[in-house]
């Protein structure tokens, strides 16, 4: 059991691969101002960047916005003036730390829920230290 300072948020390394060739499938079937076009128009419905990829994944069968359009699906949100107001990774980890919190009101001797709180409370202050940083 190696412990390292400053890494206490578990030991998962799975991702996905992404593949070699960073050029546009050979299935591609849209082009790259419809795809555009649909990811404004699911912004418009409220879904956020990550939600808007896997519906596109999952939907449409376009593996990754950035190999056909040559822009980042939140780049796009931000030139159409769509963009979150809270990058989607700190709103929901603020999210997840107010369930935490209303779970506590109700469970006060919740030891366990009380310490992983105050981990994920230390990381959206890292988060948002970084965010101030390169804004």
């Known amino acids: 059991n190696t412990h390292k300072m400053?890494?206490?948020q578990g030991t998962g390394i799975?991702?996905?691969a992404l593949p070699y060739k960073r050029k546009a499938p050979l299935w591609k079937t849209m082009s790259p101002s419809s795809i555009t076009e649909m990811i404004i128009k699911f912004a418009k419905k409220g879904m956020t960047p990550s939600q808007i990829g896997v519906s596109l994944r999952d939907v449409y069968g376009i593996p990754q916005v950035r190999f056909i359009t040559g822009r980042k699906i939140l780049r796009i949100l931000k030139k159409s003036g769509q963009a979150p107001a809270l990058p989607e990774?700190?709103?929901m980890l603020i999210k997840k730390a107010v369930a935490m919190r209303?779970?506590?009101l109700k469970n006060k001797n919740d030891v366990d829920c009380k310490f992983r709180l105050i981990i994920i409370e230390?990381?959206?202050q890292r988060l948002s230290r970084y965010?101030?940083?390169?804004?």
């Open 14 to 16: 799975s991702a996905s």
């Open 102 to 104: 209303k779970h506590l």
């Open 131 to 135: 965010y101030k940083r390169t804004k």
């Open 89 to 91: 990774d700190l709103y």
């Open 6 to 8: 400053g890494r206490m």
């Open 122 to 124: 230390s990381r959206i």
